[in-house]
């Protein structure tokens, strides 16, 4: 039998406990990839974490979370990494490395390269594990959360590829398969993969929520809206946030969607049967083999 393989980092610090940062808290525990592992969060989610074992320890700040740890990972809001990057940038060891867990990466990027020290640059890695649930907090966190999903590794430096792959073996331990890519094109296929559909979908919703049929959709409705809509649930705040701050990429792909709703309306409106049946077995096609 295959003895447990040791710890790769001595102490990680997690700053934000909701889904994401609790699911990596609680993976690094039950893969002993991290000896010890402590964290901080806003609110009551630092409490939450802790009665639910994700942590070992939380903070009151995110200094003192950070202080002493030889990895750390930001799973925080986009809007709050600034001044996450700066309490890090004050207490990060001289060795430790950090990487962000952000839907998008160009603005992540830009945050830790304004707050972090020369020496402390090549220590930062961009990342962003493609896992999720349309659930939210440290309630929601799964040691498994990332088993058999893509985790994306963005390093703009010779000094950053070197310490993406210490972080490669991490997230390994965690279940990922790690992939690397720039932060431009990052947020380019995000916006089509990710960003764009939950503002499509949140759209959908809301058309029908005020349309004249909604009080009747919870007795009624079957899988197929409860599926296509299943993302509209997800945290209102977090989207928004997301969609905003990628937003001409979000937009560049709303303008190609638009062209495709406008070639539906037109089939549909001349009730072009052959034209309508082309365009959907076309999109049936396509989806049939991802």
């Given at each position: 039998?295959?003895?447990?393989a040791?710890?790769?980092?001595?102490?990680?610090a997690?700053?934000?406990?909701?889904l994401?940062?609790?699911s990596?808290?609680s993976?690094?525990?039950r893969?002993g990839?991290?000896?010890?592992?402590?964290?901080?969060?806003?609110?009551?989610?630092?409490?939450?974490?802790l009665a639910?074992?994700?942590?070992?320890?939380?903070f009151?700040?995110v200094?003192?979370?950070v202080?002493?740890?030889?990895a750390?990972?930001?799973a925080?809001?986009?809007?709050?990494?600034?001044?996450?990057?700066?309490?890090?940038?004050?207490?990060?060891?001289?060795?430790?490395?950090?990487?962000d867990?952000?839907s998008t990466k160009?603005s992540?990027?830009?945050?830790?390269?304004a707050a972090?020290?020369?020496?402390?640059?090549?220590?930062?890695?961009?990342?962003?594990?493609?896992?999720?649930?349309?659930?939210?907090?440290?309630?929601?966190?799964?040691a498994?959360?990332?088993?058999?999903k893509?985790w994306l590794?963005?390093?703009?430096?010779?000094?950053?590829?070197?310490?993406a792959?210490?972080?490669e073996?991490?997230?390994?331990?965690?279940?990922a398969?790690?992939?690397?890519?720039?932060?431009?094109?990052?947020?380019?296929m995000?916006?089509?993969?990710?960003?764009?559909?939950h503002?499509?979908?949140?759209?959908?919703?809301?058309?029908?929520?005020?349309?004249?049929?909604a009080?009747?959709l919870?007795?009624?409705?079957?899988?197929?809206?409860?599926?296509?809509s299943?993302?509209?649930?997800?945290?209102?705040e977090?989207?928004?946030?997301?969609?905003i701050?990628?937003?001409?990429?979000?937009?560049?792909?709303?303008?190609?969607?638009?062209?495709?709703?406008?070639?539906?309306?037109?089939?549909?409106?001349?009730?072009?049967?052959q034209?309508?049946?082309?365009?959907?077995a076309?999109?049936?096609?396509?989806r049939?083999?991802?």
């Amino acid at each position: 039998m295959t003895a447990p393989a040791g710890p790769l980092v001595e102490r990680l610090a997690v700053v934000g406990l909701g889904l994401i940062g609790g699911s990596i808290a609680s993976a690094a525990r039950r893969s002993g990839a991290a000896r010890r592992v402590v964290g901080h969060a806003l609110d009551d989610h630092g409490r939450q974490a802790l009665a639910l074992g994700l942590v070992d320890e939380v903070f009151d700040s995110v200094a003192d979370a950070v202080r002493g740890a030889d990895a750390v990972f930001l799973a925080v809001p986009v809007p709050a990494m600034p001044a996450v990057c700066e309490a890090v940038a004050a207490a990060l060891g001289e060795t430790a490395w950090v990487s962000d867990c952000c839907s998008t990466k160009s603005s992540a990027v830009a945050a830790a390269r304004a707050a972090l020290r020369a020496d402390q640059w090549d220590r930062y890695v961009p990342g962003h594990p493609i896992a999720g649930s349309e659930h939210s907090g440290p309630s929601a966190a799964r040691a498994d959360l990332f088993t058999g999903k893509a985790w994306l590794l963005s390093p703009l430096t010779p000094g950053q590829g070197e310490r993406a792959g210490r972080i490669e073996a991490l997230l390994e331990r965690f279940g990922a398969t790690v992939s690397r890519v720039s932060p431009g094109e990052h947020d380019a296929m995000f916006a089509e993969y990710s960003h764009m559909p939950h503002a499509l979908v949140f759209a959908l919703c809301h058309a029908v929520a005020n349309g004249p049929h909604a009080d009747r959709l919870s007795a009624l409705a079957g899988a197929g809206f409860k599926d296509t809509s299943r993302i509209g649930a997800s945290a209102p705040e977090l989207w928004t946030d997301i969609i905003i701050d990628n937003g001409d990429e979000v937009l560049a792909s709303l303008q190609r969607l638009q062209a495709s709703i406008d070639l539906f309306r037109e089939r549909i409106a001349g009730r072009d049967r052959q034209g309508l049946l082309s365009l959907i077995a076309d999109a049936s096609r396509w989806r049939a083999g991802l």
